[in-house]
């Protein structure tokens, strides 16, 4: 059982790593407005540079011009991943590091290691649920956000 959890567990991390970047790479870098110095009277003058919507690129990330509750919105569902990602990364080092190594030298009891099967394994569903979520969230506020339809 624990090598079958310590398995889901990888499957969640890499894919709550992965998540993010798929749902809101837009494959370009922003071009940011650049201060040119004018070679006739050297005083600095804005180059006609485009800048981008937004200075992150990769994520779910909204832009500087986007419908009410978009910015927000995005903002809980990272929030909410975060979550999901940290409770994995919690729950894998607890078995890893701690559990892992007390059941080996047999210092875990029997009964306490049959009852911290199944809430190790309700815990990771847990976080498992939470991940799925804010990332289908984040996924749906994209959508949302590129269609200029806003939230509410």
């Known amino acids: 059982m624990s090598s079958r959890l310590l398995a889901i567990l990888a499957a969640l ?16 870098a922003p071009t940011p407005a650049v201060a040119v110095a004018s070679t006739a009277d050297a005083t600095p003058a804005t180059a006609a540079v485009p800048r981008a919507a937004h200075p992150v690129v990769g994520g779910p990330t909204a832009r500087a011009d ?3 509750g978009i910015g927000t919105a995005l903002s809980v569902a990272r929030v909410v991943r975060y979550l999901g990602i940290g409770g994995a990364t919690g729950l ?27 809430r190790a394994g309700r815990a990771l569903r847990a976080v498992a649920v939470v991940g799925v979520v804010g990332s289908l969230a984040a996924l749906v506020l994209q959508a949302a956000d590129a269609g200029g ?3 509410g």
């Open 149 to 151: 339809t806003g939230v």
């Open 92 to 118: 894998l080092a607890l078995v890893l590091v701690v559990w892992g190594p007390l059941r080996r030298r047999g210092a875990v009891p029997p009964e306490a290691d049959e009852a911290f099967v199944p």
């Open 66 to 68: 986007a419908p009410a």
């Open 13 to 28: 991390l890499l894919g709550a790593a992965l998540l993010p970047a798929a749902a809101g790479a837009s494959g370009t």
